[in-house]
Each structure stands twice: as structure tokens, then as C-alpha cells.
């Protein structure tokens, strides 16, 4: 069996827009990805590391924990040994008390990478190669998350080409998720569940390649 890290925020969390509910793991698209790559045949297992704020590098002012800089080298040794990492992050870094543009999330991202590679796995282990997905822009924030992300959507203009440019200069795999889907349409950041469901699939199609 092969095993998969998905390190990512609430979009993979699976909030459902407008709620603190969360989707089952079928219906997210961790579990997504998963059921299409056995499907295939693949027989993986898909780990989930998702915190509901994770920054890519920076810390939450009124919550602990959500830089994703810390503990990333412990979750590499907890999962090995690995055939995938994926990493899904960077809306968090365009919240309203944060001045970031995709440049800064990006070099975020190139940290995140550095971690994964440095973590001090068993000897004889792989060092598992990385797929950095973008996710889809933030759209005009709607709900009670509105003054959490206002400005949001024009901080985190040009994402995807940001972290496109890292991973290449990494020797990552990259996939940009606004290629399958927008951000939910109820509040403007996360995934609705049909949206959840055409990203899964996508990543089981991007993640194949890489096991």
C-alpha cells in the first residue's frame, strides 16, 4: 500500500460554506482522490493533515498553531514511509489582517518544500516527491468569514503562476486547481461539495503520474 499526505487548511478540512460542519471523507476531495486511485487499482491511503486557518509560514494573531512551518519535518516522520506529499495552502495567507501577495506565498510554499525534504526520516527511506496545488482564487467573501477575507481576493491575484515558477525551480509537481473548479460559490473561499468532488478526481489524475 502506498501512502499519501494531504498538508492542507479547511478547503481540504472540508468546512461546508456557511457552517462548522465538515463533509464526510468520501465526499472531500482527499477521500475523492483516494476512492478514484484505488478504483484504478493503485491501493493507497490517503492521510489527512488539514487545519481549518494553517498559513503557509505565518501565524494566526488570534489562534495558535496555524503556522504550517511547525511540525511539518514530526508529520513526515509520523507518516513514512511516503509516496506523495501534496500541499494545498496560501488562502489563509491573503486574510484581512495580513498584507501578503502570492510572491510572499509562494516563498512560503519553497519553505514548506525544504521542510519535507530536511525531515529526519529512517534511514533507507524515500524522500518523497511533493505536488503543490494551488487553490482556486478567492472570490468576493460572503457570510461571516467576510471580514476575515475582505481584500482577499485581490491579494492572492496571480497564485497559481506564483507557485508554478517555485515548483519548477524546485522540481515539484504542480497542479492548479482553478483549472477544474472555482471557490465556493456560497462564501467566496472554500469548496462546495460538488466542487470537492471535480477536484478529487482531478488530483487522482495529477497524483498517478507521481506514485
Request: glycine letters at 8%.
Amino acid at each position: 500500500m502506498q501512502h499519501i499526505l494531504v498538508y492542507a487548511d479547511s478547503l481540504s478540512w472540508g468546512i461546508i460554506p456557511l457552517t462548522r460542519q465538515r463533509l464526510a471523507f468520501e465526499a472531500r476531495w482527499p477521500g475523492v482522490m483516494e476512492t478514484n486511485l484505488n478504483a484504478e487499482g493503485r491501493n493507497v491511503r490517503v492521510h489527512e493533515d488539514c487545519l481549518n486557518g494553517r498559513r503557509t509560514v505565518w501565524e494566526d494573531p488570534y489562534k495558535p498553531g496555524r503556522n504550517g512551518l511547525q511540525g511539518l519535518a514530526q508529520r513526515i516522520e509520523i507518516h513514512s514511509p511516503l509516496a506523495l506529499v501534496i500541499l494545498m495552502l496560501g488562502t489563509n495567507d491573503f486574510q484581512s489582517m495580513h498584507p501578503h501577495n502570492a510572491w510572499h506565498s509562494a516563498q512560503g510554499i519553497a519553505a514548506l518544500i525544504t521542510a519535507i525534504r530536511q525531515a529526519p526520516i529512517e534511514p533507507g527511506m524515500a524522500v518523497p516527491p511533493v505536488l503543490v496545488a494551488a487553490p482556486p482564487p478567492i472570490r468576493t467573501p460572503k457570510g461571516p468569514i467576510a471580514g476575515k477575507f475582505v481584500g482577499g481576493d485581490e491579494k492572492c491575484a496571480d497564485l497559481a503562476e506564483a507557485y508554478r515558477e517555485v515548483a519548477d525551480s524546485l522540481d515539484c509537481a504542480f497542479f492548479d486547481a482553478a483549472t477544474v473548479t472555482t471557490s465556493s460559490q456560497v462564501d467566496g473561499v472554500h469548496l462546495d461539495a460538488d466542487q470537492h468532488a471535480t477536484l478529487g478526481e482531478a488530483m487522482a489524475k495529477a497524483a498517478a503520474p507521481l506514485l
